[in-house]
């Protein structure tokens, strides 16, 4: 087998872009972002490449998760030298990319396995030209799992599902729900950062009872601000339990004013579940879109 | 309402025999059985209980759990007298008994809350005559969760289900399973107790795979010997593997001795799904018969 530059490679100078897909049980970390003394994801997971390419290393990652979050779907890219790749072969053996990606994976997760499984490298691939695991991102979505007051407790959910004891009205919730669909400023449920806008596009924000009873939410949008699905689920709980009505949601949406009746809902249920890219050849333009955009 | 004493009290002297049906996430827990210096689900469960009565009070339990295994079916009963029953009420509130065990179950849980939803009692019954948690039980059926080679791995299973990255052979597995069942000695697969029989009926071993492509194994029989359920997953995973034959469970059956290759498969991914008891009728007469039988 002749050895294949990856397109990549070829087209940038010097830097190879690799894609990562992982999960993670957010209950031990005290968030993705990296702070001084804690762990985090982002801290295990920088430090597990630092040890394989013998440099500190930094990852973009496409949704940044509170203490307590989960992922199934998370995505980062993290970019390597010629040399660093070249470095992952073994000897002067001449390998297919993907046999190093494989290894390169197999290698992460070794050492992270350290942490009992917590998280996994479930991929890792050399990302197309334009890719950027945040800016490149259609959407986010995620989960939020809730056992209501039909349901008998199973302790075995306490560390990925909301014990809600009282019964929640499903339809009420979606009626409350739906009027915030598309693009709207969600500065009433977001903790905004100084400069940076609230608006945003809301795709999906509904809520479905499983075969086993369970509540599941579904909250996708082409990005979210910080806390903005646990303030929307928390706030839809106070409508479920009949205690504001349906219409409240958009009032709070147009006011534009955090509100003090409402409450974060708790972080453990919370599962990011997936980032959309879009197709390869849109992915360089989307990139520069978005940039300019949130910046 | 006129009150009505329980059936239980009058035909007894003097106590009163309440059955607490109870489910927990076994992480937190060094087993069931209480252990000086160690937090254990009956030390919790009986802690409880003496705020409650204020006195010390011991349960009697279906199945000893070990460290790290969970239920959701697990049995108790405990012996209240005539004078604790009605101390329960409120002032000299005339109650049915129905709401004084509600409330027993609601003060109950509210104490074990501070565990933060590890032990949950799902529900507070006055017991039928002659009933006991342990003697009385017709079976007790475990399921036991494994994630195998062909699945991604999903962190937020690490707590319940067992990670096995080498792909199992199910038919294999069914078929090395399948010779155990009926009335054997499992001395090949017990941890014995001195003077203690290790004959059981093994009435279901068996292996399915979900919907979600997670390999559920049950395993039900009118009683267990220590570790008997670990052993015979632990084993029934080396022929999965491939690595002995179908026949070699019924081969150490046959040996009734304890096998070097055998390894107890891990705690986390076991649990205690229900304890069947006979009716009501039939309950007196299978106490004695089974107390005779084993103790």
Chains 1, 2 share one sequence.
Request: positive net charge; aromatic residues 6%; contains cysteine.
């Amino acid at each position: 087998m002749t050895y294949q530059e990856p397109a990549a490679l070829q087209r940038d100078s010097g830097f190879l872009r690799i894609r990562l897909d992982l999960g993670y049980d957010g209950g031990p970390f005290s968030g993705w972002a990296i702070q001084p003394g804690r762990t985090t994801v982002q801290g295990a997971l920088e430090e597990a490449l630092a040890l394989l390419l013998r440099r500190p290393i930094r990852v973009t990652v496409a949704g940044r998760t509170d203490a307590g979050v989960h992922a199934r779907g998370q995505v980062v890219h993290l970019d390597l030298t010629t040399a660093e790749w070249s470095g992952l072969r073994r000897g002067a053996d001449v390998e297919p990319n993907v046999a190093l990606l494989r290894r390169l994976r197999g290698a992460l997760n070794r050492v992270l396995g350290d942490l009992g499984g917590a998280v996994e490298v479930h991929n890792a691939v050399v990302a197309p030209p334009g890719f950027d695991a945040r800016f490149s991102a259609l959407w986010r979505r995620y989960s939020y799992r809730i056992a209501d007051g039909t349901l008998q407790w199973d302790p075995l959910l306490r560390t990925t599902t909301l014990w809600h004891k009282a019964p929640l009205d499903l339809e009420r919730m979606n009626a409350a729900a739906q009027p915030l669909l598309g693009l709207q400023d969600f500065l009433a449920f977001c903790k905004p950062r100084e400069g940076a806008t609230t608006v945003r596009e809301l795709q999906r924000f509904e809520f479905n009872r499983g075969t086993d009873g369970i509540l599941l939410a579904t909250v996708q949008a082409d990005a979210f601000c910080h806390n903005m699905v646990r303030s929307l689920v928390g706030a839809a709980l106070l409508v479920g339990e009949g205690r504001e009505g349906t219409s409240w949601l958009q009032e709070r949406l147009h006011a534009r004013i955090r509100d003090a009746r409402s409450k974060l809902a708790p972080a453990h249920p919370l599962v990011l579940e997936e980032v959309r890219y879009p197709s390869d050849e849109a992915l360089h333009q989307r990139a520069h879109q978005t940039r300019a955009l949130r910046c």
